[in-house]
């Protein structure tokens, strides 16, 4: 099963709707969580089915909306309204890495010896860019993670990661 279809079983278990639509109603271009009167509903721009890995990447982040952020984000009136929508879009991306990146998974691609990083998000069927923010997630919580017994992925100098192999 795909990340994609993975991500559609969630949203019907969490009785959310995904529809696509030709155009998003004025706020956004991409794609929309609302939650209203009992309806849940994420509305995808139809151009997403012309990128499989970039349709899945936002329908994880508008889940990401659902698990962890609540109220109107859209229309910001103040400086404050804007920091709160900036940590609402950042928990629902940080959502979207953990559940697109899972550390098994990064894992088990990173045992593989890929020799960079575009291999990696080829291997995890993510972009480079959700990668990064991967890894930048990771950093918060770990210096290293411990590949095999003598390969470590260092994440202490984010933004530089780096395969440390110990002789």
């Not at 949203?11 to 706020?27: G, L, W």
Request: hydrophobic share 40%; net charge negative.
């Amino acid at each position: 099963m795909t990340k994609f279809e993975q991500l559609l079983d969630l949203a019907e278990k969490e009785n959310i709707i995904v529809k696509f639509v030709d155009e998003i109603p004025e706020y956004r271009s991409e794609a929309l969580y609302v939650a209203r009167h009992g309806i849940r509903m994420i509305l995808l721009a139809n151009f997403l089915k012309d990128n499989m890995i970039h349709m899945t990447e936002v329908l994880a982040e508008e889940l990401g909306h659902h698990f962890t952020s609540a109220g109107n984000n859209i229309n910001p009136t103040n400086y404050f309204d804007k920091l709160t929508i900036a940590k609402c879009e950042n928990k629902a991306l940080r959502w979207a890495c953990n559940f697109l990146v899972p550390i098994d998974e990064l894992m088990v691609a990173l045992k593989k010896n890929l020799s960079n990083i575009h291999e990696l998000s080829d291997e995890l069927s993510v972009s480079k860019d959700i990668l990064l923010q991967s890894f930048y997630y990771l950093s918060l919580n770990y210096d290293y993670l411990h590949i095999t017994d003598n390969r470590y992925l260092i994440l202490s100098n984010y933004p530089n990661v780096y395969i440390y192999n110990k002789f």
